[in-house]
């Protein structure tokens, strides 16, 4: 006499013949490459879209951190560099992040 578990295998391989067991081996959702990304020349290009803070937005983060702006700020390693005098009156030089304001660091030479 079989037992439960022998019937109960059987009867799910006669279950998954009958269903296919083939068509789990379907196309793939993307067979002749026509979506964008997989296009020649296309770049994922995201940090270049995305828009700059301000300097008012920037001077506003600096002063929250007490810090005085006293120059321009300019790019260095996808940083913003901001020339500033901390609450001594010393020259410090600050890292900011040009994309959401946010104090990264001081930078002292």
């Given at each position: 006499m079989f037992s439960t578990k022998t019937i109960l295998a059987a009867a799910s391989l006669?279950?998954?013949s009958a269903a296919?067991?083939?068509s789990a081996a379907a196309a793939p959702w993307d067979r002749d490459h026509d979506r964008f990304d997989h296009r020649n020349g296309y770049r994922h290009e995201r940090f270049e879209r995305r828009a700059f803070v301000d300097r008012v937005r920037l001077e506003q983060a600096l002063r929250f951190h007490r810090y005085r702006v006293i120059g321009e700020p300019y790019f260095?390693?996808?940083?913003y560099v901001v020339r500033t005098h901390d609450r001594f009156?010393?020259?410090i030089f600050v890292q900011v992040d040009p994309y959401s304001g946010a104090?990264?660091?001081e930078v002292r030479l």
């Open positions: 006669a279950v998954l296919g067991i083939g260095v390693h996808d940083r009156g010393r020259i104090f990264v660091r």
